[in-house]
């Protein structure tokens, strides 16, 4: 009795680490975006959702199987960043950043309304990379899409941790994002460093909708609780720290679960607000996130 | 111009703008005074929402949920929630007058307000955008889980009560009788006028100072002597009391509330509407809150945008299409009017002076 209901809470869990991985990708997206142009950009899960749309239009219609399509769709999605940044965010970088905000709202609706457009509102399916089969550890049965997904989220974090840390365009990267004005100085060109990050963004976002589409199924609404949950696994983390909003992304995919299904009073029905509660709670105790620095102004 | 001049100036535009708030309903048809309501509605939201965002800094995704506190408060005061299985304190028999009602949503929410002020006041910047977002996020489940309190999912009809509602038999104010559309339009502009008032007359004064000094630097404003627990709670009071204002009037307006009546696309549009409007800046909110009632209607190809050629009014008959509009004309504006429309009309301000002052006679 009581091994199977270990293997039952296992069971949860990494299936919450399979949904926190998604969560943790696009929390990354919005820490990176926010580190260097200092918001929050809305418009992140749309631009993913779109993303997803082209892979689902390559395997669908042109015939392409998932991998190709898969990396086919990242290239598209880098450019869509980079372009993003250069066409309607550097116009209204300077002044208030409530400006930028809504540039990014008013992307998310463009956006949604484009894909509506173009692909209609009809929910699609994109066919699974992994299967459908199971395996079993155990007691504890996994669906190969899970560990598809923790693998596929990790190696990408792996990847720009790789590239942000130990090659000089991720120093010049994050120097650019810490302290322009001297990155600028010493000829980073800061501007093109920027328009980069929301590449890096946009790939990491397209990654979370290729992801979530097979199990979820494909339609324009589809990012929308995913960015709320990437929202929060980021200031849980921290809203600046990359390291922050991958712990913030698992922990908030396992705690979900568990606490959907363990808790009567939640439910299905009261997951988001009381996930939200808990996080409200962690952020009074501690105002920047878990891994978040104070921040320390000069007067 | 000197503060005086200024003040005359904004005295003067004020009461021509009330004027013309009163005798528009004799040219409009009741469509359109109830359309025009629904401005004057999201206008008492966004004097509030200005308060805390525009004059004080903090940012707020989440007035639609103290909307929500009021529009819900005047339905169960109307309506009752004894039916729904609420028992003990919270059980409310009902039976109150529609107009009656408004006060105490604001008071309720402002209470709200003040209780969510207290924790906030450790978040700061996008940590209480996530805050009071959350609470938005969160309302609609939260009101369908407590449906002894709240009705559920199918929330709270008043239509079925003409007797307190007012709405559907003419009124009569005065000695004239008025349609429920004129009627409705005249309460809301009524109250938003006064709170318009209201406002300016807390930003004016020693209080629109502190929450100024807040917002530009939290330490300078400590160091004047501006205690920042007292001003920072006290403007997200005030700030919700009015969203509380304006969610019993959505309410009554829409003599139902459900938990889909105000979604966070609600609290969304709220700060598009304060940033269109222009921040820090009361006149510029009315083109705000018109913008918030009118442009995803324009985006559908109605009202100025059906003058446009007919090729592309009929693109916007397709699916999608009134979005893409909507989006890009968002994205145009903060291009253009970086300060909003509250921007555009101090800027055409100093041009006028500077032209004046400079002339050589």
């Given at each position: 009795?009581?091994?199977?209901?270990?293997?039952d809470?296992?069971?949860?869990?990494?299936?919450?680490l399979?949904?926190?991985?998604i969560y943790?990708?696009?929390?990354?997206?919005?820490?990176i975006i926010?580190?260097?142009?200092?918001?929050?950009?809305?418009?992140?899960?749309?631009?993913?959702?779109?993303?997803t749309?082209i892979?689902w239009?390559?395997?669908?219609n042109h015939?392409?199987?998932?991998?190709?399509?898969f990396?086919?769709?990242l290239?598209?999605?880098?450019?869509?960043?980079v372009?993003t940044?250069?066409v309607?965010i550097?116009?209204?970088?300077?002044?208030n950043v409530?400006?930028?905000?809504?540039?990014?709202?008013?992307?998310?609706?463009?956006?949604?309304?484009?894909?509506?457009?173009?692909?209609?509102?009809?929910?699609?399916?994109?066919?699974?990379?992994?299967?459908?089969?199971?395996?079993?550890?155990?007691?504890?049965?996994?669906?190969?899409q899970?560990?598809g997904?923790?693998?596929?989220?990790?190696?990408?974090?792996?990847?720009?941790?790789?590239?942000f840390?130990?090659?000089?365009l991720?120093?010049a990267?994050r120097?650019?994002?810490v302290n322009?004005?001297?990155?600028?100085?010493?000829?980073?060109?800061v501007?093109?460093?920027?328009?980069?990050?929301?590449?890096?963004?946009?790939?990491?976002?397209?990654v979370a909708g290729?992801?979530?589409a097979?199990?979820?199924?494909?339609?324009?609404?589809?990012m929308?609780?995913?960015?709320?949950?990437?929202?929060?696994?980021?200031?849980?983390?921290?809203?600046?720290?990359p390291?922050?909003?991958v712990?913030?992304?698992l922990?908030?995919?396992?705690m979900?679960n568990?606490i959907?299904v363990?808790?009567?009073?939640?439910g299905?029905?009261?997951k988001?607000?009381?996930?939200?509660l808990?996080?409200?709670?962690?952020?009074?105790?501690?105002?920047?996130?878990?891994f978040?620095?104070?921040?320390?102004k000069?007067v | 111009?000197?503060?005086?001049v200024?003040q005359?100036?904004?005295?003067?535009?004020f009461a021509?703008f009330?004027?013309?708030?009163?005798?528009?309903?004799?040219?409009i048809g009741?469509?359109?005074?109830?359309?025009?309501?629904?401005?004057g509605?999201?206008?008492i939201a966004?004097?509030?929402l200005?308060i805390?965002?525009?004059?004080?800094?903090q940012?707020?995704?989440?007035?639609?949920?103290?909307?929500?506190?009021?529009?819900?408060?005047?339905?169960?005061?109307?309506?009752?929630n004894?039916?729904?299985?609420?028992?003990?304190?919270?059980a409310?028999?009902?039976?109150?007058?529609?107009?009656?009602t408004i006060?105490?949503?604001?008071?309720?929410?402002g209470?709200?307000?003040?209780?969510?002020?207290?924790?906030?006041?450790?978040?700061?910047?996008?940590?209480l955008?996530?805050?009071?977002?959350?609470?938005?996020?969160?309302?609609?489940?939260?009101?369908k889980?407590?449906?002894?309190?709240?009705?559920?999912?199918?929330?709270i009809?008043?239509?079925?009560?003409?007797?307190?509602?007012?709405?559907?038999?003419?009124?009569?104010?005065?000695?004239?009788?008025?349609?429920f559309?004129?009627?409705l339009?005249?309460?809301c502009?009524s109250i938003?006028?006064?709170?318009?008032g209201?406002?300016?007359?807390?930003?004016r004064?020693?209080?629109?100072l502190?929450f100024?000094?807040?917002?530009?630097?939290?330490t300078?404003?400590?160091?004047?002597?501006?205690?920042?627990?007292?001003y920072?709670?006290?403007a997200?009071?005030?700030s919700?009391?009015?969203?509380?204002?304006?969610?019993?009037?959505?309410?009554?307006?829409?003599?139902?509330?459900n938990p889909?009546?105000?979604?966070?696309?609600?609290?969304i549009?709220?700060l598009?509407?304060?940033?269109?409007?222009?921040?820090g800046?009361?006149?510029?909110l009315?083109?705000?809150a018109?913008?918030?009632?009118?442009?995803?209607?324009?985006?559908q190809?109605?009202?100025?945008?059906?003058?446009?050629?007919?090729?592309?009014?009929?693109r916007t008959?397709e699916?999608?299409?009134?979005a893409?509009?909507?989006?890009?004309?968002?994205?145009?504006?903060?291009?253009?009017?970086?300060?909003?429309v509250?921007g555009?009309?101090?800027?055409v301000?100093?041009?006028?002076?500077?032209?004046r002052?400079?002339?050589?006679?």
């Open positions: 009795m009581l091994a199977a209901t270990f293997a809470f296992m069971q949860q869990v990494v299936s919450g399979a949904s926190g991985g943790a990708a696009l929390a990354l997206a919005l820490v926010h580190r260097s142009t200092g918001v929050i950009n809305f418009s992140q899960g749309e631009m993913a959702t779109l993303c749309y892979a239009t390559l395997t669908v015939g392409w199987s998932y991998w190709p399509a990396v086919a769709t290239g598209f999605s880098f450019v869509f960043g372009a940044h250069r309607v550097r116009p209204v970088e300077r002044g409530l400006r930028v905000v809504i540039v990014t709202i008013g992307l998310l609706i463009a956006i949604n309304g484009f894909v509506v457009w173009q692909w209609s509102g009809e929910p699609q399916a994109l066919q699974s990379p992994f299967g459908t089969d199971t395996i079993d550890i155990g007691g504890v049965v996994i669906s190969w899970d560990v997904t923790i693998l596929v989220t990790l190696g990408i974090v792996v990847l720009l941790w790789l590239l840390q130990f090659t000089k991720g120093l990267l120097a650019a994002a322009p004005e001297e990155a600028r100085l010493v000829g980073v060109r501007t093109w460093m920027l328009a980069l990050g929301w590449g890096l963004a946009a790939v990491l976002g397209a290729m992801l979530t097979p199990s979820v199924g494909l339609d324009p609404q589809m929308q609780p995913i960015l709320i949950y990437a929202f929060a696994a980021a200031v849980l983390g921290g809203i600046d720290s390291f922050g909003a712990v913030g992304g922990t908030l995919g396992v979900l568990v959907g363990y808790v009567d009073f939640v299905a029905e009261l988001l607000p009381v996930a939200l808990v996080i409200l709670v962690v952020l009074l105790v501690r105002p920047s996130g878990i978040g620095r104070p921040e320390v000069r | 111009m000197s503060p005086r200024k005359i100036v904004g005295l003067v535009s021509i009330a004027v013309v708030v009163l005798v528009v309903p004799a040219f009741a469509f359109r005074a109830q359309q025009l309501a629904y401005v509605i999201y206008l966004l004097l509030g200005n805390l965002t525009g004059y004080t800094g940012i707020s995704l989440g007035h639609g949920a103290f909307m929500a506190i009021g529009g819900y408060t005047t339905a169960i005061l109307m309506a009752g004894e039916q729904y299985g609420q028992e003990g304190v919270l409310v028999s009902g039976g109150m007058k529609d107009v009656w006060p105490i949503a604001g008071l309720v929410a209470i709200a307000g003040l209780l969510f002020g207290l924790p906030a006041l450790r978040l700061s910047g996008l940590y955008a996530l805050a009071t977002f959350a609470i938005a996020v969160a309302l609609p489940s939260a009101l889980r407590f449906e002894e309190f709240t009705g559920g999912g199918s929330g009809n008043l239509f079925g009560i003409p007797e307190l509602t007012a709405g559907i038999s003419p009124v009569e104010i005065f000695g004239r009788e008025l349609v559309n004129d009627w339009y005249y309460l502009w938003a006028l006064v709170l318009f209201v406002a300016w007359l807390i930003l004064g020693r209080t629109g502190a100024r000094a807040v917002r530009d630097s939290e300078a404003a400590v160091s004047s002597g501006v205690s920042l627990a007292q920072k709670t006290l997200f009071g005030i919700a009391a009015y969203a509380g204002v304006a969610g019993s009037l959505f309410a009554i307006a829409t003599t139902f509330v889909d009546t105000f979604p966070i696309a609600l609290s549009f709220l598009v509407g304060v940033v269109v409007g222009g921040l800046g009361l006149a510029g009315v083109f705000g018109i913008f918030i009632q009118f442009l995803p209607l324009w985006a190809g109605e009202g100025v945008f059906s003058r446009l050629p007919g090729f592309i009014v009929d008959k699916p999608g299409a009134p893409i509009i909507y989006g890009v004309v968002l994205i145009l504006l903060m291009f253009f009017l970086p300060n909003g509250g555009l009309f101090r800027r301000g100093q041009a006028l002076t500077r032209w002052y400079s002339r050589t006679a």
